[in-house]
């Protein structure tokens, strides 16, 4: 479902209306145009020439599936939400209760405030404070920004404002698509070495050469999990045979997850989850 954008001045909020992701942000470049939520820094619409190149919901809605959040200060799940600081166990809350993890960092239900903006792009920022489980003050902050080629780029940073070092992954989680063209009748092309094996609660175990049925370095088409290491900067393309897609990551963000799955409507959507490794920032 197309979101009803605020209003044709970027970061300008509606009056009559309000909505469940909060304040929207609105940026354009010549046929592009990008819509970032308050809430969760989400990428909740990308278009071009009219085409939506990302999954969207409506006015009333939180993002359903985490669609288009960023997440910080950690990607995907901690099992039992239990993680260990210099050997010291560290307890988050449970947030995934149906599978006992602490799912997709402690921003994804936070605001973001508005730190800079121009008509191109627009860099929001959020406050991570110091809590049972990851005993850090920080700040997360989401630049957007549409480039002269109309390609929309996303970069994130992670301060650590604490007086130790501050352990952290940051992600991203759009689903792409390619206007109504259902996924059935596009190619997924994902450039990658090494495949992470999951279990049913979505936790890695292992890691394996992408091969036979996960290798995407040619043309395929897939539906189901994988997560996957790839080498130097690469792009992830979901294109029909008139239009195409692409997600470029830079090389600090190794890990990209990927999936297709059905919608609430018959059409399908993509998801390419990326995250980077993890760090320790000093102060």
Same mark, same amino acid.
């Given at each position: 479902?197309?979101?009803?954008t605020p209003?044709s001045?970027?970061?300008?909020e ?16 010549g046929?592009?145009l990008?819509v970032?939520t308050?809430?969760?820094a989400?990428l ?12 969207s ?6 993002p359903?599936g ?9 990607a995907n ?6 993680w260990?600081l210099d ?10 209760v149906?599978?006992n993890?602490?799912?997709?960092g ?8 508005l730190? /800079? *903006? ?6 929001l920022? =959020? ?5 049972h489980?990851?005993p850090? &003050?920080? +700040?997360?902050?989401?630049h ?15 301060i ?5 070092p501050?352990?952290f992954?940051?992600?991203?989680h ?8 259902p ?6 092309t ?48 979901a294109?029909?045979p ?7 990551? /830079? *090389? ?7 999936? =297709? ?9 993509? &998801?390419? +989850? ?10």
């Amino acid at each position: 479902m197309p979101p009803t954008t605020p209003s044709s001045t970027p970061g300008e909020e509606t009056v009559s209306r309000r909505f469940a992701s909060g304040r929207q942000f609105e940026i354009r470049r010549g046929d592009a145009l990008a819509v970032v939520t308050e809430l969760a820094a989400g990428l909740r619409l990308f278009s071009r020439d009219g085409v939506q190149l990302t999954e969207s919901y409506g006015d009333a809605q939180l993002p359903p599936g985490a669609t288009g959040i960023t997440l910080a200060p950690w990607a995907n799940r901690i099992e039992d939400g239990i993680w260990y600081l210099d050997g010291k166990k560290q307890q988050l809350d449970i947030t995934e209760v149906s599978r006992n993890n602490a799912s997709h960092g402690l921003l994804r239900n936070s605001s973001y405030a508005l730190v /800079a *903006e121009d008509e191109f792009s627009v860099t929001l920022e =959020a406050v991570i404070f110091p809590q049972h489980g990851y005993p850090f &003050l920080a +700040r997360h902050q989401v630049h957007y920004e549409i480039d002269a080629g109309l390609a929309l780029r996303v970069s994130q940073s992670f301060i650590n404002d604490s007086a130790a070092p501050a352990p952290f992954v940051l992600g991203a989680h759009p689903y792409l698509r390619v206007g109504d063209v259902p996924p059935e009748e596009m190619v997924l092309t994902v450039h990658a070495g090494t495949r992470l094996v999951a279990d049913e609660r979505l936790i890695p175990r292992s890691s394996v050469p992408v091969d036979g049925d996960f290798d995407f370095g040619a043309a395929g088409v897939w539906v189901a999990w994988m997560s996957m290491w790839r080498s130097r900067i690469w792009g992830s393309t979901a294109a029909s045979p008139a239009k195409r897609c692409r997600r470029r990551m /830079a *090389e600090a963000s190794p890990w990209s997850r990927t999936k =297709a799955a059905p919608t609430s409507t018959s059409s399908s959507r993509i &998801l390419f +989850r990326a995250a980077r490794k993890r760090w320790r920032l000093s102060p």
